[in-house]
Nanobody
């Protein structure tokens, strides 16, 4: 069983920053591919960024240069540093894990990930 718990969401003004965390527990290894997805109101879930020890990191074009994904293997924690936030970034953000080492070529689609957290909400006001 794998458990993913997100935290760090909140409300900020445009141009502000937030740091999301995802604590992983259970039968999970540091070599798994991990990702952040988001789903805005009335929108489909979209991949934001993914990372793996062997595949590096990839970002959606909409967040490239503003968001940074990282992980601390010793703490089993995934992070998403979000800077220069825009109202379009408002969404529920989800942590996801893929129980194999290889990551999708880009961030990937939600069906390519096997475990999900409950999400943390981010609101960016103009």
């Amino acid at each position: 069983q794998v458990r993913l718990v997100e935290s760090g969401g909140g409300s900020v003004q445009a141009g502000g920053s937030l740091r999301l965390s995802c604590a992983a527990s259970g039968y999970i290894t540091s070599t798994w591919c991990m990702a952040w997805f988001r789903q805005g109101l009335g929108k489909e879930r979209e991949g934001v960024a993914r990372i793996s020890d062997v595949g590096g990191s990839r970002y959606a074009d909409s967040v490239k240069g503003r968001f940074t994904i990282s992980k601390d293997n010793a703490k089993n924690t995934l992070y998403l540093e979000m800077n220069n936030l825009e109202p379009a970034d408002s969404a529920m953000y989800y942590c996801a894990a893929r129980n194999i080492e290889s990551c999708p070529l880009r961030v990937g689609r939600d069906y390519e990930y096997h475990f999900w957290g409950q999400g943390t909400h981010v609101t960016v006001s103009s």
